[in-house]
């Protein structure tokens, strides 16, 4: 059945008159009369008949009518179901990303978002934890991905979920190690880049070159990642990274990973202001994690110190 006729038979039936539904439709009286005749045709029933100077409906036009009604009424309701759809803004997820998280990691972990079924537009701030905690609290965000989980005796409400954790890895330019060095050996006197105090990885490593007597020159402390990446990247120096990330890092900043240091792991947290986790976009975060994860565990070796790039583990 041609809609558009359908359309110029209900004006006819509500107006009474051919003439009126022209004048409506702006449309010449021949050309909706033709219309109706077609409709006629094809429905195989006449649907008015002629009453003073106007028309009427027949007992077959009473009962199309009532159906082109209900017809009618749902094109219009879908047309407004879909325009508010249109105009109802999108959901926003709000995300703090401490600014100790490698940004490549973040990415990892964001990026299932933009592939949800119901769109979401997804709000990112970087900061210390401190700061965005305080953030949390306030409910200006929906969560917190960090390097640790929520310190203690803080007077916030909030919840931490371990989204997991990789070794640790050094990398460096290749001209700071032309042949395949010794690791850690490799590491003693030689120019070296930290992440900063606040980052929870920065004392396991000053313990772990204590444990091994190794004395690197530190050359840098670094509160963003991404910062201390450029550094090496330009050869100032050895600097440490999740051993998950590696393949990234290396292409990234054309800095080969050195060795791996099984005894440290770096953690990563998600932190959110309640307990059990509803939103979906943040359960999809979450699960994203243990998949951008899950690649290291084939490299953990118990029980040894550190793996040098020559090993096959070091360099996959």
């Not at 009126?20 to 009369?33: G, N």
């Not at 649907?47 to 007992?59: A, Q």
């Not at 990026?111 to 900061?127: D, I, M, T």
Request: proline letters at 8%; glycine letters at 8%.
């Amino acid at each position: 059945m041609n809609h558009k006729h359908l359309h110029y038979f209900w004006t006819v039936a509500r107006l009474g008159g051919v003439s009126r539904a022209a004048e409506q439709l702006d449309l010449t009286p021949q050309t909706i009369s033709g219309q109706l005749r077609q409709l006629e045709n094809e429905l195989g029933t006449a649907l008015f008949r002629p009453s003073g100077r106007g028309l009427e409906l027949t007992d077959a036009g009473r009962m199309a009518l009532s159906y082109a009604d209900e017809i009618l009424h749902l094109e219009s309701e879908m047309k407004q179901a879909l325009l508010a759809r249109q105009q109802r803004p999108m959901p926003i997820l709000r995300i703090g990303i401490a600014d100790v998280v490698p940004k490549s990691f973040a990415y990892r972990l964001l990026a299932p978002v933009g592939k949800l079924p119901e769109p979401v537009r997804l709000v990112c701030r970087e900061g210390s934890i401190d700061m965005l905690l305080a953030e949390l609290a306030l409910h200006h965000l929906d969560m917190v991905v960090a390097d640790r989980p929520m310190p203690s005796g803080l007077a916030i409400r909030g919840h931490s979920h371990k989204l997991g954790e990789s070794a640790l890895a050094f990398f460096a330019a290749e001209s700071l190690c032309p042949e395949p060095p010794a690791f850690p050996e490799c590491l003693n006197n030689a120019p070296l880049l930290l992440p900063g105090g606040h980052a929870a990885v920065r004392g396991l490593i000053d313990r772990w070159f204590s444990d091994q007597r190794l004395t690197p020159r530190l050359m840098g402390e670094f509160d963003d990642g991404a910062l201390m990446k450029a550094f090496g990247q330009a050869g100032a120096g050895f600097f440490p990274g999740p051993a998950v990330l590696a393949d990234e890092i290396h292409s990234r900043y054309n800095t080969p990973c050195v060795g791996r240091v099984e005894e440290i792991h770096e953690s990563f947290w998600a932190i959110t202001a309640e307990r059990r986790i509803s939103h979906p976009s943040i359960a999809t975060i979450i699960d994203s994690a243990r998949t951008a994860l899950t690649p290291d565990l084939s490299h953990q070796h118990p029980g040894t110190s550190a793996s040098p790039i020559g090993d096959p583990h070091a360099s996959k």
